[in-house]
């Protein structure tokens, strides 16, 4: 009996395929992890990077107050009226800037944060590709190997009886 070299090819090659997409779809659905755990991180960095940010410029705001008080007391003005409103103004901008300091952090952690879900929800379909895929290419491998082995395999046309014609339609045409 000779040895079936076209149908252990045919079954080989099947099978790594099936494998490469099984091990594909893995390892991408642990790069998808990977990179939704870099983006957790992210987070947690937004977070010290914002309190760092609050700090200097709750530092910055005091000593402008602080240069602004000692020219008035230098100048002998008091900090009624016209100094006390630059003050004011100087107070509403560095809290401007805080606002809009903490809101930005707020808004990239908010960016992180959807990536993070994004990257998970896309290692979740990885994995489920990672068994559905080669499971299709095994049936579609099984599938090819049984027609290999038998033309007629799941062909009903080639394998039906033929039907019956009534005589009446092989009758010849009256012209």
């Not at 099936?18 to 977070?47: H, P, R």
């Not at 290692?123 to 599938?143: D, F, Q, V, Y």
């Amino acid at each position: 009996m000779p040895v079936p070299y076209l149908e252990i090819a045919f079954l080989a090659a099947t099978g790594m395929q099936a494998f490469g997409q099984y091990k594909g779809a893995s390892d991408s659905k642990k790069a998808a992890n990977y990179n939704a755990s870099i983006y957790d991180q992210q987070v947690s960095l937004f977070d010290e990077a914002k309190k760092f940010d609050v700090y200097r410029i709750e530092r910055a705001k005091e000593k402008a107050f602080g240069a602004q008080r000692a020219g008035y007391a230098k100048a002998g003005v008091t900090s009624e009226g016209t100094p006390f409103e630059v003050m004011a103004d100087t107070a509403f901008n560095y809290e401007l800037d805080k606002a809009i300091t903490v809101y930005n952090y707020e808004v990239q952690k908010s960016q992180a944060r959807s990536q993070a879900s994004q990257a998970r929800m896309q290692a979740k379909m990885l994995g489920r590709e990672s068994i559905i895929s080669p499971l299709t290419t095994l049936a579609s491998g099984a599938a090819s190997y049984a027609y290999l082995k038998n033309p007629n395999f799941g062909a009903t046309a080639k394998t039906a009886p033929k039907p019956k014609i009534p005589s009446y339609y092989n009758a010849p045409l009256v012209k």
